[in-house]
């Protein structure tokens, strides 16, 4: 899908950043920055060459037929139009499929993690989610919901702290029937 992330290159880049802004990367504090900042981007785009549908493929059919719903997922991610982060809580609810197949809870943590760690805007990281889990799970539909707040808007910019972006994607019955959205949105809600 994605190639490895490759460490020296940040390395390299980091060292020509504190270059540009008119600091010395050898001085004490800055020596092993680059290094860290490699290590740190390894682990916050970990997602990338990751396939967040395989986390789908082991299930269980129960005949399981009404809405699953796991809410206030924690996630970190990282803007892609400033590279700063972003966090906040997804919420999924999906309706199995006339096999009734259902995945473990931590599955659905698992896509949220793989999609969050990649360079990525809320909108399409709530598309990207919905998306795996028709791929993966074949439900008559899914529902996802994203609260974030942006340090790109925090402390840069208009700097408004607090602010919260709120996505969504719903696909299937949760797009076409009313009833069932309204539940979802409803069962997520505080």
Do not use: W
Not at 56 to 61: A, F, H
Not at 152 to 171: D, E, H, Q, Y
């Amino acid at each position: 899908m994605f190639m490895m992330i490759d460490e020296e290159a940040i390395k390299a880049a980091v060292e020509s950043i504190l270059k540009a802004i008119g600091d010395d990367p050898a001085r004490e504090g800055l020596a092993g920055t680059p290094r860290r900042v490699a290590q740190m981007y390894s682990e916050i785009f970990g997602g990338m060459p990751q396939n967040p549908v395989d986390e789908l493929q082991v299930g269980y059919e129960l005949g399981h037929r009404e809405m699953v719903i796991l809410r206030d997922i924690p996630f970190y991610s990282m803007c892609e139009h400033h590279l700063l982060p972003f966090s906040g809580v997804a919420h999924i609810g999906y309706v199995p499929g006339e096999d009734g197949r259902v995945v473990g809870i931590s599955k659905l943590a698992r896509v949220v993690d793989i999609i969050a760690r990649r360079p990525q805007i809320q909108e399409r990281m709530a598309t990207e989610i919905a998306d795996a889990i028709m791929e993966g799970l074949k439900p008559d539909g899914v529902g996802v919901v994203i609260s974030a707040e942006h340090m790109c808007m925090t402390m840069r910019g208009i700097k408004k702290p607090g602010a919260r972006v709120v996505t969504s994607a719903l696909r299937g019955i949760f797009a076409k029937r009313a009833a069932t959205r309204a539940e979802f949105m409803a069962l997520i809600q505080d």
